[in-house]
Structures are given as structure tokens and as C-alpha cells.
T-cell receptor
């Protein structure tokens, strides 16, 4: 079945450091890939997405490129801020009769210190 | 933007009792709602998919008689944990979507259930 594997956290960085959170997936067919973010006390929010190979999703300075050859969708940001502290989830969605359900990775806690 | 309201945000109940969690789409009609369960430091696990007016589709290993899902209207879905036990303690999250499977999902803030 479909699965998503994220790098284990927590990840602790200083402000303005470079961020990478690794994500690899296993899926049948051609999934769409997503990164969701969950700020403290809030629900999950879509951060960015990519729907086909070599697509790059970007938002709020975060980027991720859909790499079919390595089945990866790593999240990167060049300079993190304290306000980026949150839990980040990588997810995939396959089509067909699955009603568009998402399969999530385990989440990575990011803490950014001033 | 689309808002999904989940209530309560946390609940404590005694073993053997039932607990109902509500998920409402406040400014849109949700044709499909999903219920997830999240264990500490683990991923969100899909429990079931519900479409308005029809029976929920449960994932393998999820007891449909224990986790009752009702999606009676386009703006409300409920999850009832029946005869709760301590192992049911978890974080439950709903999400809602309007339209096609490719439409964006909107998530509630989750419900922390503790069964004593």
C-alpha cells in the first residue's frame, strides 16, 4: 500500500539557518504530493503541493520538488524564522476510487530558536 | 477561507462511556469528510471516509461498531467512540472537502480524547 516516510525529529535550528526535512514515498500510480504544517493549537494547513514529476511547490519561502526517480519530496527553506516552529507533515494522494484520501508521514517537529 | 470546526477540543471520559465528536464545515458544504487518528509522535492514520447521506467507508482494522460515523448533512459529521477504553485515548482529527477528490482538504483543530 501507499506509505510516506519522513525524517525523524525533532529538528532544532537557530533563526536564519537552512532547513531540510526529508520525505520519501511509496505509491502505486502517480500520486500528488503535499506538505502540511500544524502550528501549535491549530489544525493542519496546506503548505505546498506538487502534482506531477519535476513540479516544484513553493509557499512562504518553503520549497519542495517532486522527484519521481528518487520517490522523494524533501522540504527546504533557506532561512527559517521563529514563527516557522511547527509540526510538518508530508503526504500523498492517489486517484482512483480512494475519494482523494491522504496518506501522511509521521510528522517532524521543528523548533527554531532566536 | 474554508473553516472546519471540531468540537470539543478536548474531552475526558470514564471507561465504558461513549463520546461524540463533531466536525462542522462553517462556510462551505462538505461532500466528503475524513476522520483521522493520531498517536503521539506518529502519523495521522485514516479511520474512515464519509460521504453525506451514505454509510462511512472504514479503513482496514477500524471497528465500525466502535467508531460510529454519521454524516447526516453537508455541514456536519460526527464520530462517536462507543464504550470507550483507555486504549482509545488519542488525538482525533477531521477534515472536509467540497467537490472532486482533487479539491483541497480543510482540517479541524482536532480533539484530544482521554479515557480514564
Amino acid at each position: 500500500g501507499d506509505s510516506v516516510t519522513q525524517m525523524e525529529g525533532p529538528v532544532t535550528l537557530s533563526e536564519e539557518a537552512f532547513l531540510t526535512i526529508n520525505c520519501t514515498y511509496t505509491a502505486t500510480g502517480y500520486p500528488s504530493l503535499f506538505w502540511y504544517v500544524q502550528y501549535p493549537g491549530e489544525g493542519l494547513q496546506l503548505l505546498l503541493k506538487a502534482t506531477k514529476a519535476d513540479d516544484k511547490g513553493s509557499n512562504k519561502g518553503f520549497e519542495a520538488t517532486y522527484r519521481k526517480e528518487t520517490t522523494s519530496f524533501h522540504l527546504e527553506k533557506g532561512s527559517v524564522q521563529v514563527s516557522d516552529s511547527a509540526v510538518y507533515f508530508c503526504a500523498l494522494r492517489t486517484g482512483g476510487t480512494s475519494y482523494g484520501k491522504l496518506t501522511f508521514g509521521q510528522g517532524t517537529i521543528l523548533t527554531v530558536h532566536p | 477561507g474554508a473553516v472546519v470546526s471540531q468540537h470539543p477540543s478536548w474531552v475526558i471520559c470514564k471507561s465504558g462511556t461513549s463520546v461524540k465528536i463533531e466536525c462542522r464545515s462553517l462556510d462551505f458544504q462538505a461532500t466528503t469528510m475524513f476522520w483521522y487518528r493520531q498517536f503521539p509522535k506518529q502519523s495521522l492514520m485514516l479511520m474512515a471516509t464519509s460521504n453525506e447521506g451514505s454509510k462511512a467507508t472504514y479503513e482496514q482494522g477500524v471497528e465500525k461498531d466502535k467508531f460510529l460515523i454519521n454524516h447526516a448533512s453537508l455541514t456536519l459529521s460526527t464520530l462517536t467512540v462507543t464504550s470507550a477504553h483507555p486504549e482509545d485515548s488519542s488525538f482525533y482529527i477531521c477534515s472536509a472537502r467540497v467537490g472532486s477528490p482533487n479539491s483541497p482538504l480543510h482540517f479541524g483543530n482536532g480533539t484530544r480524547l482521554t479515557v480514564t
